[in-house]
């Protein structure tokens, strides 16, 4: 069972205004990860981090920020956010473990922008 | 060409048949696949991982990896209702360090 929690989970707001959104796991994982998926959509990966003062962006670009200060809180950040931005985010989290790296997701922050 | 490549369906099966999902990659250096399944706005849960080609069985469910092929399937047996959801596929890419998934495909089970 993996132990990786978002919040909020669901986020209405309003254009313009700054939102952090929440990842946190209890599991010691290395690797984390953010995507974007829009409903009936594919997933696509916007950030990650091998670990600690680690981040990298993903295949999309996105307009987010994150950062890793701690090990296990990974949270993503948008500065102004708009309509454009208004979908699910899922963080995901891994251990290094060689072919068996599996990534645990946590539930999801679904974000409406006004 | 996508990395990973999957029809996204809809894929209709009847209640108690084998449902078949198939997942091409073009890494030929992959070497870890992932099955994921996700339910109408709940987020993936692993359903199983493949590494060796052949099968591997889990209860009603058998991936099917085949490298030299760059593909891998997933069995369902004796689909259930509550079998009905999206299934994505998902490659240890050699060289990413990092899954690439598919775009999933859509299953529905009919009773």
């Known amino acids: 069972e993996a132990d990786i929690y978002q919040t909020p989970r669901y986020l209405v707001i309003g254009t313009g205004k700054k939102i952090t959104l929440e990842c946190s796991q209890t599991m010691g994982h290395d690797k984390m990860y953010w995507y974007q998926q829009d409903p009936g959509m594919e997933l696509h990966l916007i950030h990650y981090s091998y670990g600690v003062n680690s981040t990298e962006k993903g295949d999309l670009s996105s307009e987010s920020t994150v950062s890793r200060i701690r090990t296990e809180h990974f949270p993503l950040t948008l500065e102004s956010a708009r309509p454009s931005h208004t979908s699910q985010y899922l963080c995901a989290s891994s251990r290094d473990r060689g072919r068996e790296e599996t990534q645990y997701f946590g539930p999801g922050t679904r974000l409406l922008v006004l | 060409q996508k990395e990973v490549e999957q029809n996204s369906g809809p894929l209709s099966v009847p209640e108690g048949a084998i449902a078949s999902l198939n997942c091409t990659y073009s890494?030929?250096?992959?070497?870890?696949f992932f099955w994921y399944r996700q339910y109408s706005g709940k987020s993936p849960e692993l359903i199983m991982f493949?590494?060796?080609?052949g099968d591997k069985e889990d209860g009603r469910f058998t991936a099917q990896l085949n490298k030299a092929s760059q593909y891998v399937s997933l069995l369902i047996r004796d689909s259930q209702p509550s079998d009905s959801a999206t299934y994505l596929c998902a490659v240890d890419i050699q060289g990413a360090q990092k899954l690439v998934f598919g775009q999933g495909t859509r299953l529905t089970i009919n009773p």
């Open positions: 493949i590494y060796s080609n």
């Open positions: 890494d030929r250096g992959s070497q870890s």
